[in-house]
């Protein structure tokens, strides 16, 4: 059975191209960079190219604002960390309610440890409560940390509009945005849409390149303390001798990003066949983010219901790779913290899946989606109790659910 892998936001495959550059460094190339003979300095000019390479990719910036982390998670959290640690005398966050744990927990963290954390809400199409945000916002703010977009619903924030409301606060209150969905994806240019944008993460499994390996952008002169000591390298922000062949394979597949931009209007093409055929063809289902600005490679859907591992389970029989919408998947019952914040009917909080697509995504791989899925969600509502198959409808309808629908 071949696999057909719909699971992008969480992991892409690593692009060719990225491994092929990566494997001289794994093998005859293994020297450290930091060291002074002459081996060693052709990997230290490697590391010298990828960093400039990355910076290109975010606008051309100066590549002595890029450090090179294990991680997006990591990069968020010596964006957070780092920025209380560097400015103790302001302890106000700004967040929201839908970002990646990887953010939402270090400010719950912050929070335990005496700064105080404003969680913005959201609208039913995962949209930023703008009026909230400004009301967040006070001159004594520390940081603003705001996703580019969601991992869950591919729903995208006003980045730009955002970081002008906060600087238009308070110069000095620092803007960080976790960027790992949308690096690769869409245009993340810190010179010119993003320039009052302070500290920005991603990582790059999630734009083909391997897993461990991240970056965290920090502009020139934004104060910011270590979280890993210990060693010289990254300009001391972060300790410790740099993966070389995984930072030359993000290099390679961020060169690959900005070279084939017109790859993302073919994948926003097959999201958009994949969602009207599914829609025609399933009742009461429910595009989680429609009508926001969204991924183009994300789809996220809320089938009334029934159970996102029910629908996992049947998809595998398939060998379809894809992701619920619920935090079952991580072995607890509570939903998704995201679809709770955009208050989705409680019938479909459950049930929702995402599909997640990416360059190397086929027509033909579409197609077999849109034949089988209907068929999956049919069956598992026959075993339902919370589905009426005579009606053809939710065994209880409200007006909440008729108005999502």
């Not at 494997?23 to 230290?44: C, H, I, K, W």
């Not at 006003?158 to 245009?187: C, M, N, W």
Request: charged share 20%; with cysteine; proline share 5%.
């Amino acid at each position: 059975m071949n696999t057909i892998y719909l699971d992008n936001n969480a992991t892409t495959p690593v692009a060719p191209e990225a491994a092929e550059a990566m494997r001289p460094f794994l093998t005859d190339l293994y020297f450290n960079p930091s060291s002074m003979y002459e081996q060693a300095r052709g990997v230290a000019h490697a590391l010298t190219t990828a960093r400039s390479t990355v910076a290109a990719c975010l606008g051309g910036v100066d590549p002595d604002e890029i450090v090179f982390t294990g991680s997006a998670t990591e990069s968020n959290n010596t964006a957070i960390f780092g920025a209380i640690r560097a400015n103790r005398q302001r302890r106000h966050i700004v967040t929201t309610a839908v970002e990646h744990p990887s953010v939402l927990e270090v400010c719950k963290e912050a929070r335990r440890e005496g700064c105080e954390v404003s969680f913005v809400g959201v609208n039913r199409q995962g949209e930023i409560n703008l009026t909230e945000f400004i009301r967040a916002l006070r001159p004594d703010t520390l940081l603003v940390s705001v996703m580019h977009a969601n991992n869950e619903t591919g729903v995208i924030f006003p980045v730009d509009e955002l970081a002008r409301l906060t600087k238009e606060t308070g110069p000095s209150i620092l803007f960080h945005t976790d960027a790992t969905q949308t690096v690769g994806k869409l245009d993340v240019n810190l010179r010119e849409t993003f320039r009052q944008v302070d500290l920005l993460s991603f990582s790059g499994h999630k734009l083909h390149a391997p897993k461990g390996v991240g970056v965290l952008y920090q502009r020139r002169g934004t104060a910011c303390r270590p979280l890993m000591c210990g060693g010289h390298q990254e300009r001391g922000l972060r300790a410790g001798t740099e993966n070389v062949g995984h930072i030359v394979a993000l290099s390679a597949a961020c060169r690959l990003a900005m070279d084939a931009k017109d790859a993302e209007v073919r994948v926003a093409a097959l999201r958009d066949r994949l969602q009207t055929a599914l829609c025609d063809r399933i009742p009461w289902l429910e595009v989680n983010g429609a009508g926001a600005q969204r991924l183009p490679n994300t789809l996220n859907l809320a089938c009334h219901s029934i159970e996102g591992e029910g629908i996992l389970y049947q998809l595998n029989e398939y060998g379809i790779c894809a992701s619920s919408g619920s935090a079952c998947t991580s072995g607890s019952l509570d939903p998704s913290h995201v679809l709770k914040a955009m208050n989705v009917p409680f019938t479909a909080v459950h049930g929702s899946v995402r599909f997640s697509l990416s360059r190397y995504t086929t027509d033909a791989e579409v197609d077999t989606l849109i034949d089988v899925f209907p068929g999956i969600v049919e069956r598992l509502r026959r075993m339902s109790p919370y589905w009426n198959a005579a009606a053809g409808k939710p065994e209880v309808v409200t007006p909440e659910h008729v108005k999502a629908v």
